[in-house]
C-alpha cells in the first residue's frame, strides 16, 4: 500500500536548524511532484514549498522563501525539508504530499493530492 512516513522533527531554539525526510513506498515516487505543508495549532494547512518530480524546479511560500530549502532522492525514494533559521511561527505539524500534478503547488486543499503522510512535530521554542 501506498506509505509516506515524515520523520525528524523535534524541539529546536529559534534560529536552530531541522531537516525532515519523507520516505515513500507502494507508488512510483520519481514521477511525482512533492510538497511540504504544515498546518500551525488551532489554525489551517498552509502549503510550504514544492518540489517537481525531477527534482530540477523547486517552489516556496514567501514565508520560508530563503530559509528552507526542499530537495528529493528519487534512488531513495525520499523527499527531505532543510530548514534553517527556524522561528516560533515554524511551530507546526508538517506533512508530505504527492501529487500528478504541478498546479497543485500552493495548494491548502488535502484533497488535492494524491497521497498524504501522517506528519512530523516541529516546535520552535526557547
Known amino acids: 500500500q501506498v506509505q509516506l512516513v515524515e520523520s525528524g522533527g523535534g524541539l529546536v531554539q529559534p534560529g536552530g536548524s531541522l531537516r525532515l525526510s519523507c520516505a515513500a513506498s507502494?507508488?512510483?515516487?520519481?514521477?511525482?511532484?512533492l510538497s511540504w505543508v504544515r498546518q500551525a495549532p488551532g489554525k489551517g494547512l498552509e502549503w510550504v514549498s514544492g518540489?517537481?518530480?525531477?527534482?530540477?524546479?523547486?517552489r516556496y511560500a514567501d514565508s520560508v522563501k530563503g530559509r528552507f530549502t526542499i530537495s528529493r532522492d528519487n534512488a531513495k525514494n525520499t523527499l527531505y525539508l532543510q530548514m534553517n533559521s527556524l522561528k516560533p511561527e515554524d511551530t507546526a505539524v508538517y506533512y508530505c504530499?504527492?501529487?500528478?500534478?504541478?498546479?497543485?503547488?500552493?495548494?491548502?486543499?488535502?484533497?488535492?493530492?494524491?497521497?498524504w503522510g501522517q506528519g512530523t512535530q516541529v516546535t520552535v521554542s526557547s
Open positions: 507502494g507508488f512510483t515516487f520519481s514521477v511525482y511532484q
Open positions: 518540489i517537481y518530480a525531477d527534482g530540477k524546479s523547486t
Open positions: 504530499a504527492a501529487s500528478s500534478y504541478i498546479w497543485v503547488f500552493g495548494s491548502r486543499r488535502k484533497s488535492d493530492y494524491d497521497y
